[in-house]
């Protein structure tokens, strides 16, 4: 079974708005990372976060991660059309193997 | 450098028939990961290799799923005696080592339709 959850399911804006996308997970992990994915094919690597770390930057992504709450957080600011896809948060779990444990993903649309 | 590369993109076989899915991943790369995807969800782990060996095999559903990585690059994924349920897309993934817990690089996948 999955152990993420996110919110919304599907998320639908204007371009050159900003788009947040929620994670939640359930036991302790090392790192979250999110993933992106067209076309329901291959995913591409987004952004890595540590369990230490609490906020992280990347060009026009903002993740961060609240232990506490088992929960992340995904901003992409000034959205394109290009962003459209799917985005999933992924987590490796401590003492567990190598492997991701996935969300079931946000499906987002950039309106032009 | 060439990416995590699939074949067959797509695959459509009989229900009951043996499947062999490949997978080749980075060059130079220890790890090897492949995951399962059905429509509208996330993908799930089925099997872990570091270098030759399956290091965690517990994602695969059952008996009729088997993976093998001989040389520890090229690794292939078999199912036997397919079921209509097995359709999905099968999804490989790759990383440097498998102890530091980072990103994965992932290839295009693999449709597996089952009629």
């Known amino acids: 079974s999955q152990q993420g959850e996110e919110d919304p399911q599907a998320l639908s804006i204007q371009e050159g708005e900003n788009a947040t996308m929620n994670c939640s997970y359930k036991t302790s992990i090392n790192n979250l990372q999110w993933y992106r994915q067209n076309s329901g094919r291959g995913l591409v690597h987004l952004i890595l976060i540590r369990s230490n770390e609490r906020e992280k930057h990347s060009g026009r992504l903002r993740v961060t991660l609240d232990t506490s709450k088992k929960s992340s957080s995904l901003l992409i600011t000034a959205s394109r059309a290009a962003d459209t896809a799917s985005y999933f948060c992924?987590?490796?779990?401590?003492?567990?193997?190598?492997?991701?444990?996935f969300g079931q993903g946000t499906r987002l649309t950039i309106n032009p | 450098g060439a990416g995590v590369s699939q074949t067959p993109s797509n695959k459509v076989t009989e229900k009951g028939k043996y499947v062999e899915l490949r997978c080749d991943p980075i060059s130079g790369h220890t790890a090897l990961y492949w995951y399962r995807q059905s429509l509208g969800q996330g993908p799930e782990f089925l099997i872990y290799f570091q270098g030759t060996g399956a290091a965690d095999d517990s994602g695969l559903p059952n008996d009729r799923f088997f993976a093998v990585r001989p040389e520890g690059s090229v690794s292939t994924l078999k199912i036997q005696r397919t079921e209509r349920g097995d359709s999905a897309v099968y999804l490989c993934a790759s990383s440097r080592t498998g102890s530091n817990y980072g990103e994965q690089y992932f290839g295009p996948g693999t449709r597996l339709t089952v009629t």
């Open positions: 992924a987590t490796v779990i401590i003492q567990g193997a190598q492997k991701l444990v």
